[in-house]
């Protein structure tokens, strides 16, 4: 008798510890980048220990990959393993490069499916020129931002212009910044204006002027494989850039550097900058006066590109893993978390919904100057969505850093480029 | 002191980094933004964010694990390896040797991706110790001691084996006191290599608990979408580098004593 009860209480205990098994858990791997200085990644764990909480049986491993260029091939040298991650944010500029490696599935059916949760007409469309191909959605926005004009208002009361005026076309700008711009015993102590041209993420407000000159750096009907540099839009563009430094003399003379541009802003240096968004937080914390955000200034049209990473899923996964994978991507691009994504980064949240929350409203309500990106959304363009990007961008700055820092003219300049481009296009 | 003048002028371009990095970091954010780079009393406020932007006790334990563990195996891997080399032979010992060579002309970069296809087929995917084997056999090493035991006489070991040593005790008792300078340039070189190696650690490790300090830094000193937090970046920076600085501040006499005789060049 004693043996039998000893094998019912072993069975019972076998059962006991096979049950929980049975409905094993899953683990997701999940890659991310990091774009802005800061506890950013400490904040993704947040979240994902969050869901991790309320979802027991999908656990998600976040992993930190670097910036992007690093998080994208660790992401590729992972999948040439044969243990491609779940879930990542890669650049939404890579978009072509990353369907051209078919390692990322379409989101269509899945959207489908969950039409009624996933209404991705609550994104912005600007947000989505970069997130879609060839009809199809291949990723979800997520760290999206685009770039501004943040201006002093202190310094604009001091030479008599309105502080809640910015300038709004290049003339005016210009006309502004020559003003705004101030020389002391033939040394210039305050710069009238700044649009950054080397280091970053450097072809992006070159690509901003072109928007505004009236045209697009790349053929919005083969925008894969064709990028337009020896075109007016673009001449015009780079001719404004050279031109802020060598003729109207407003801007330091030369390649300006992208990372140490909000420190000049914030320092008083200079008057006006072009800036990512994600760069409110610093100036925020560190200008001493009062500073206001304002549209890109338009030539021919309002307009900026966008930039920032989305979430991908990848190819080769069980049904059962990508569903789980879909739900993490889904909840991590809820309204509520790109609400708060959005107060902790500094990013755009993609979604109008997030705007309409009370976290949000409180914040827009201390800090108006968030609102700026997300109105000029309306006249925003993809950023140059080409293939072979890192290439492209490569041989487009070489281009820009010519123009900024040399006399020689724009036109060859810009064709010689163009020439290069097509061949890394070809 | 006079004498020590040309020494301190060549030394003026690398100060100027380090004390911008002292400056920034103990300086706060706001003011040094504002191009005040210095500020009395020092402030502690970006060091706080930097350890709270990042779980440094782990990384600090796992580099420490992942530094020492390797150079304590890359010495006795080196030291066979290197006496085999000079003193034994074997057929195809001058093979081996220009392997070995080979080995120092190929940039690490190049063998990432197959190294990292190497560890996930033999289950070594993100840990410390896969993260090592690569380094096991370092062909620099290898090559650094072998040049030390070639320039020991061989009549040290002959008179040591007259007396009846064998050859493990020579190589010990003998050869290897006589190649510690050897040994000692070769540890400072793996540990600095090691401790601020960033690409290889990023690929081979993905989960928190096996990351090293390097891959946290950068965790949150990427800034290509906002601008640069020099306060915030160079605290952390201090933050990773403190060990091996105070390491070179107490063992300095040694460090140079060591790269002046084994003659090599830092």
Same mark, same amino acid.
């Given at each position: 008798m004693?043996l039998?009860?000893l094998l019912?209480?072993?069975?019972l205990?076998?059962?006991?510890g096979?049950?929980?098994m049975?409905?094993?858990q899953?683990k997701l ?7 802005v ?10 979240y994902v220990?969050?869901?991790n ?11 930190? +990959?670097g ?5 994208y091939?660790?992401?590729?040298a992972a =999948?040439?393993?044969?243990?491609p991650p779940?879930v ?5 500029q ?5 369907i051209? #490696? !078919?390692?990322?599935?379409?989101l269509?059916d899945?959207?489908?499916a969950?039409?009624? #949760?996933?209404?991705m007409?609550d994104f912005?469309?600007a947000f989505?020129l970069n ?7 291949w990723?979800i926005?997520?760290?999206r931002?685009?770039?501004v004009?943040?201006? !002093?208002?202190?310094?604009? %009361?001091e ?5 809640n005026?910015p300038?709004?076309?290049w003339?005016?700008m210009v006309?502004?910044?020559k003003?705004?711009?101030k020389?002391e015993?033939?040394r ?5 204006l +700044?649009?950054?041209?080397? /280091? ?7 690509e ?6 009236g045209g ?5 009907n083969?925008s894969?494989c064709?990028v337009?540099?020896?075109s007016k839009?673009?001449e ?11 003729k109207?003399k407003v ?14 802003f914030?320092a /008083?240096?200079?008057a006006?900058i072009?800036?990512?968004?994600g ?5 925020? !914390? !560190?200008a001493?006066f009062e500073?206001g955000?304002?549209f890109l200034?338009?030539? #021919? ?6 930039? /920032?990473g989305n979430f991908?899923l990848f190819?080769g996964?069980?049904p059962d893993?990508?569903?789980a994978a879909?739900e ?5 691009t809820s309204?509520?978390?790109l609400a ?5 980064s /500094?990013?755009?949240?993609p979604r109008?919904?997030?705007w ?5 409203k409180?914040?827009?309500?201390k800090?108006?100057q968030?609102i700026?990106?997300?109105?000029q959304? #309306?006249y925003?363009h993809a950023?140059?969505p080409?293939?072979?990007?890192i290439?492209v961008?490569?041989a =487009?700055?070489?281009? =820009?850093?010519? =123009? ?6 724009i036109g060859?300049?810009?064709a010689?480029?163009? %020439?290069?481009?097509?061949?890394i296009?070809? | ?5 040309p020494?301190?002028?060549l030394?003026l371009p ?11 970091s103990?300086t706060?954010s706001?003011e040094?933004a504002q191009?005040?780079y210095?500020?009395f009393?020092?402030t502690?406020?970006?060091f706080?964010?930097?350890?709270q932007?990042a779980?440094?006790? @782990?990384?600090?334990?796992n580099t420490?694990?992942?530094?020492v563990?390797? @150079? ?9 390896a290197?006496y085999a080399l000079? *003193?034994l032979?074997?057929?195809g010992r ?7 060579l ?18 996930r087929?033999?289950?070594l995917?993100?840990t410390l110790?896969g993260l090592?084997m690569?380094?096991i056999?370092s062909?620099?090493?290898i090559?650094?001691v072998?040049q030390g035991f070639?320039?020991?006489p061989?009549e040290?070991?002959e008179?040591?084996m007259?007396d ?5 005790r020579?190589l010990?008792h003998?050869?290897?006191?006589m190649i510690?300078?050897?040994l000692a ?10 401790w ?9 490790t993905?989960?928190? *608990?096996?990351?090293v300090?390097?891959v946290g830094?950068?965790?949150?000193t990427?800034a ?7 306060g ?6 201090l933050?990773?580098?403190?060990p ?5 501040v ?17």
């Amino acid at each position: 008798m004693k043996l039998r009860a000893l094998l019912a209480t072993l069975i019972l205990a076998l059962v006991g510890g096979i049950a929980p098994m049975a409905q094993a858990q899953m683990k997701l791997q999940f890659y991310y980048p990091v774009g802005v200085a800061g506890p950013l990644a400490k904040i993704i764990d947040t979240y994902v220990q969050e869901w991790n909480k309320s979802h027991p049986q999908v656990q998600v491993e976040p992993v930190f +990959a670097g910036g992007y260029t690093e998080a994208y091939a660790k992401t590729l040298a992972a =999948i040439q393993a044969g243990t491609p991650p779940d879930v990542a944010i890669m650049l939404s500029q890579n978009l072509n490069d990353i369907i051209g #490696q !078919n390692i990322v599935i379409p989101l269509d059916d899945l959207i489908k499916a969950d039409a009624a #949760q996933m209404k991705m007409d609550d994104f912005f469309p600007a947000f989505m020129l970069n997130s879609t191909s060839g009809g199809k959605v291949w990723s979800i926005p997520f760290q999206r931002s685009t770039p501004v004009m943040y201006y !002093n208002k202190d310094a604009f %009361k001091e030479v008599g212009l309105d502080p809640n005026k910015p300038p709004q076309t290049w003339a005016e700008m210009v006309a502004a910044a020559k003003k705004l711009t101030k020389q002391e015993g033939g040394r210039t102590t305050r710069w009238g204006l +700044a649009i950054p041209s080397s /280091g970053g993420v450097d072809t992006w407000l070159y690509e901003a002027l072109t928007i505004a000159a009236g045209g697009l750096l790349y053929d919005a009907n083969n925008s894969c494989c064709k990028v337009l540099l020896a075109s007016k839009p673009a001449e015009t563009a780079a001719q404004f850039l050279r031109d802020l430094g060598e003729k109207e003399k407003v801007s330091p003379p030369g390649a300006i550097n992208w990372g140490t541009t909000p420190n000049d802003f914030v320092a /008083g240096n200079v008057a006006m900058i072009y800036y990512t968004t994600g760069g409110l937080g610093f100036i925020r !914390n !560190n200008a001493k006066f009062e500073f206001g955000t304002a549209f890109l200034a338009k030539d #021919q049209r309002f307009g900026a590109p966008t930039g /920032g990473g989305n979430f991908y899923l990848f190819k080769g996964t069980p049904p059962d893993r990508q569903k789980a994978a879909w739900e993490f991507t889904k909840w991590m691009t809820s309204t509520d978390i790109l609400a708060r994504w959005s107060i902790d980064s /500094g990013y755009v949240a993609p979604r109008k919904s997030s705007w309409e929350t009370g976290v949000m409203k409180e914040y827009v309500g201390k800090y108006p100057q968030a609102i700026t990106a997300r109105d000029q959304l #309306q006249y925003a363009h993809a950023e140059l969505p080409v293939k072979n990007i890192i290439e492209v961008k490569r041989a =487009i700055v070489t281009a =820009i850093q010519t =123009i900024v820092t040399t006399t020689q003219p724009i036109g060859p300049t810009l064709a010689e480029a163009q %020439k290069r481009v097509d061949d890394i296009l070809k | 002191m006079r004498r020590d003048w040309p020494a301190l002028a060549l030394c003026l371009p690398f100060l100027g980094p380090i004390a911008f990095l002292f400056l920034a970091s103990f300086t706060p954010s706001r003011e040094f933004a504002q191009g005040r780079y210095w500020s009395f009393p020092p402030t502690l406020e970006n060091f706080s964010q930097a350890w709270q932007s990042a779980t440094f006790v @782990l990384y600090y334990r796992n580099t420490v694990l992942y530094t020492v563990g390797l @150079l304590a195996v890359q010495l006795v891997t080196v030291t066979l390896a290197g006496y085999a080399l000079a *003193r034994l032979r074997f057929p195809g010992r001058q093979a081996v040797f220009y392997a070995v060579l080979l080995q120092l002309f190929l940039p690490p970069v190049v063998l990432i991706l197959p190294n990292f296809l190497t560890l996930r087929a033999i289950g070594l995917g993100d840990t410390l110790t896969g993260l090592a084997m690569p380094y096991i056999a370092s062909a620099y090493g290898i090559f650094l001691v072998r040049q030390g035991f070639r320039s020991i006489p061989p009549e040290y070991d002959e008179a040591a084996m007259l007396d009846g040593a064998g050859r493990v005790r020579v190589l010990w008792h003998v050869l290897v006191p006589m190649i510690r300078p050897h040994l000692a340039a070769f540890s400072v070189v793996s540990l600095i290599y090691h401790w601020n190696e960033f690409l290889w650690p990023l690929v081979a490790t993905s989960s928190n *608990r096996n990351r090293v300090l390097a891959v946290g830094l950068q965790s949150f000193t990427r800034a290509s979408e906002s601008g640069a937090e020099w306060g915030l970046i160079c605290a952390g920076t201090l933050i990773v580098i403190a060990p091996l600085m105070l390491l070179f501040v107490l063992f300095q006499r040694v460090f140079i004593q060591s790269f002046t005789q084994s003659g090599l060049k830092g």
